[in-house]
């Protein structure tokens, strides 16, 4: 009989309309065939009577959805009666729910399926059970029989039941009191359509069932209505067997799912002929006797069931962890009962232990190996269950085939790696459970690779998945993490007081397994956050906060939702007992956006300053960029332990509390300054960064140039000090930069290849990338450049890119070539423009000729600021103009000039170059003359730097210099009176003397304490000479500063003030040879140093008196004890307290920094700014560091070696910064600092990190 198309034809198009809503089911009414069960290969239950027949078997492609694409809304599981169940249960009923034939079916189909099971004994867990558990008694042998029910008194009275628990599921779906693999059976009777969390219960069935067991859920047409779901009451017989079906399917990856009628429908007997009963009519008799026998059996209830049968665990050494098990873990389990496989049996646990037996050789990255993801994640859940050194991370990643990995493009060399490749460190996170597409029986080897730092996902494994869902895969992992252990400060870790994540660049990958790199950008579309409430009421990630609550036993949860696809290095999370401040922003287009900043509670009343600081950048950008904030919430975390100044994560900024916290008694005023400085470059990211990153991590300075360049811009236009700042930021540019553009480590802007990125989080990426940025703002104007910007943003808006196509931005949105500005990316080094010029008096014509030489082939586009001013006069004739140096040597020409000038060229440093003459000489007299002549701030200030250092070399060099120190002093004191200059910030600045790491750069082989020395003399000749007119200067800054009153100012006459007021102190007290110089000098700090009102003029003191010996000695030992115990324990002015000393000039330095490193009880290596305070202080002490016995850089190497096992990327950073330059000592030095870096490469288990540094270092 089959009248009716069959089934197999007829679900496929019925269970995806269902599996979409399951409200249309009532419009169907499926007629079925009944096939008999073939399961020959069984041993099977030999009855006369017959035996439940299938429906049909379920499969993936019969639903609409995959695995974990839970289609049913709280609609579909409503209820009419949504009253606390208990209240509904509460008396026992002792009734049952069908009647006794249909009872005998299920019976029988119970013995039937527990015998083909075969096994000797069966665990069997009845859910929703109650006084009768309808299980067959005859033949079958059972080990525990538990029931879980809703009442009390009927459950006791079960006789079947071995054990059992009362439990409402509705209201606590979970079952942790049983372990993974626990039952071989898991029936419930007529009850499935009362559940409101199937999802969850049929989760944990999966969980719990054995692999081979089988799980029963039957039922029949009689229900509660108040009590049974809404989808349930609106469907028929088949409507509800595919109900129960599909939440098997979306469950978790059940082997088979069949529907079955359990119903013995008797067939009618056959009729006999009308000829044999009117031969016997008590045949016929008989007939109608069995046939109404047979009616009234058939008539009875019908009785379904729907099995899910769990097959084989084949994955070695793993338990599979269910999917509640791994999102939820159990409430009542703790820590130690969890239950999850134990680490050492982690998938990956062997790789770990090989790894760490054996590291493998660090692998360079290089840059043209480039190639597209053929796989990627485009949508991301995670849930983070933290417990006390225990963190369980789950993921459910979706998988997409990647459109730009095409197989042209793909030059992919390994094999291996065309699958899904997952980074994850083998060595911190333990891979418990994986899956795809529900598929938790993967073989390594055939289904997926383990390699050191990746697993790979066969490409077949994903496409066996796809067949029928657009190509989508899911990929689960479950994996343990100890952020207890974490002292890299990379990845999730505990510092002692929060949780905290840092995951730029590579850190992720520390936290789980994931495409750990930039151009996956994908929707973090739900991260659960659980924790003990106690210790972690505040939980913290990225987008908008969608649920936040109270599970059991005091563990708190929150749900985190962000809408902006973004790379894994974006990700952040923050779990911890936090204090916060909250204020508003209403963004041009009128949103308001709630900004929170979050910090330890004692430091909660130093953040406000910080908090005004990003209204003012968020502000600003509208402003300057039409840049707009995005979300309604911003979050930003102070944090104590932190490896970066701060970090741009999407809308929850994380920050080293030295770049935040701000208080008058602790901060001075270059903190304030930074603290603005750094909210404003971490906000700006939000569009520099995020909204458009990086393509992959050597593209890193398009989103850090462009950022410090828009903070640089921020911080002088919002303080109205353009010219300060300018002067700060090249400070920095010709410290460090161009430092690391002279030794090993020297690279492009867009470095070609790298061991460890950390190590390219570099002065060049960042300085000099802003420098670039700052050439096209100069090359196009204000205007063109925003053009640029605009035109960027539009293009390249939620995409992931490269440098290349900011430029294309940039010159496309301009109408201008600029492929020959392209060579910046790829030219390391300082390029040097020389100059010379020559005057034709007659004419009236001045040429000046500009030649450039630099490390790339071809010649640089240069954008060259200059000015020229007239010799006589001092009036500036040519106003700046900006002139384009593309060739190697070029000549510029100005016409119709009355008498003689003087150049001003590289104005407001407009190219990060070394502007040299070409006759090799400084014109001393020239310099003097635009120190006091120059209209461009920069320059001025940059004239007087270079004469100041000419004296200083001339010292060194033991050559005459009388002459060059008269022409200092008189600058000086012209600067010093000059009434012209009415900003206190610009006169300090033109009176400080260039650094000894600058003066140091000017020399080919570096003399340390020669240099130390020579500085130290003009210092205090230029004291000597001008010392009354300083005292005088000094007091009457005093006398201004106090008659101002107490209220503490950070705006810019009261920084400038303080500055100037330290500069004069500075000279003053650098005048100490004889006693009775000493005790005047000491006096004075010691004044100044007693009646600061703030750190700045503390700070500077201290300084001072730090470095003070013979009669002054006492005086620096009273500070030294005074400033630390005005200290009060505070960790950022405890580290001022390590620095001052570490950088103090005294003959026994080295002794006190050793003393501190080995016996202060505030000192510890694993807090990277105590760290830096003390040890790379020291090592920046360039006189003392490089003491020719060598022990400063023996002191190094034995912090180094200690410090590489606790934080490498910091140890690496040290490193970085120090003995790497040996080639610019003489030989003595630069042989023992070689031997600090041989020491440090061959130790065993050095990082990566760091011998990415040592071995550069050591070419
Ligand atoms: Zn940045």
Redesign the pocket.
Known sequence: MNQHPPISKLKKSLFAIISISIRFVGAFTVPFDFQSRTTPHRQRYTSEQLTAKTICTFDDDDFAGTQGDWPYTAADLNRLDNSDDYVFYDTPRFVTHIDDSAISSLTRFYQQEFTSLNKESLDVLDLCSSWISHLPKDGITYGNVVGVGMNEQELASNEQLTNFYVQDLNKDPLLPQFEDNSFDVICNVVSVDYLTKPLEIFQEMHRILRPGGVSLMSFSNRCFPSKAIAMWLQADDIGRLTIVGSYYHYSAKWTSIEALDLKDMLPTPKRPSAGEIMKNPSLGLAWMNAAAAVAKNNQGDPMFAVKGEHHITTMANTTVVGESAAAHPPKKARTDDVVLPSVDKALNAALAAAMKANPPAPKEVRRVDYTPLPFKVTKVSLDFNIFERRTVVSSVLTVEKNDLATANDSNITNDDEDGLVLNGEEGGVALLALSVDGVDTLTPDDDYILKPGKLIIKAETLHRGASNLDGKMIVRTTVEIVPEDNTQLSGLYNDGTMYCTQCEAEGFRRITYYPDRPDNMATFERVRIEADGNKCPVLLSNGNLVEKGSCDDGREYAIWHDPFPKPSYLFALVAGDLGSIEDTFTTMSGRSVLLRFFSEHKNVGKLNYALESLKRAMQWDEETFGLEYDLDLFNVVAVESFNMG???NKSLNVFNTSCVLTDPVTSSDAEYFRVEGIIG??YF?NWT?NRVTCRDWFQLTL??GL??YRDQLFSGQVNNCASVTRIQNVLVVRGSQFQEDDGPMSHPIRPDSYIAMDNFYTSTV?RKGAEVIRMYDTILGTDGFRKGMDLYFKRHDGCAVTCDDFLAAMADANGVDLSQFARWYSTSGTPVVTYSSAFDQDSGLYQLTLSQSSRSEDPLFIPVAVGLIDKATGEEVVPTTVLQLKETSQTFEFSNLKGEVVASILRNFSAPVKIVSASGNVDEGDLAFLASCDTDGFNRWDSAQKLYEAAILKVINNVAHDDCLDRVIDTFRQTLKDEKISDDSIRAYALMLPSESTVAKAVDCIDPPAIHNARKHVKSTIARCVKDDLLRAYNDLTAAIDADGTTFNVDGLSVGRRRLRNVYLAYLCSICETGEEQREAADLATKHFNSATGMTDKLAAFNILASMSGEGESARDAAIEKFYNDANGDPLVINKWFSVQADASLPDVLDRVVNLASSHPDFTLKNPNRCRALVLTFAMNAAAFHAEDGRGYKFLGDMLDKLDKVNPIVAARTAASSLIGWKKYNEKRASLMKAQLERLKSMPNVSNDLLEIVTKGLK
Do not use: D, L, R, S
Request: charged letters at 35%; glycine letters at 8%.
């Open positions: 701060a970090m741009e470059h971490e990211h960064g989103k850090e950022t410090v960042y």
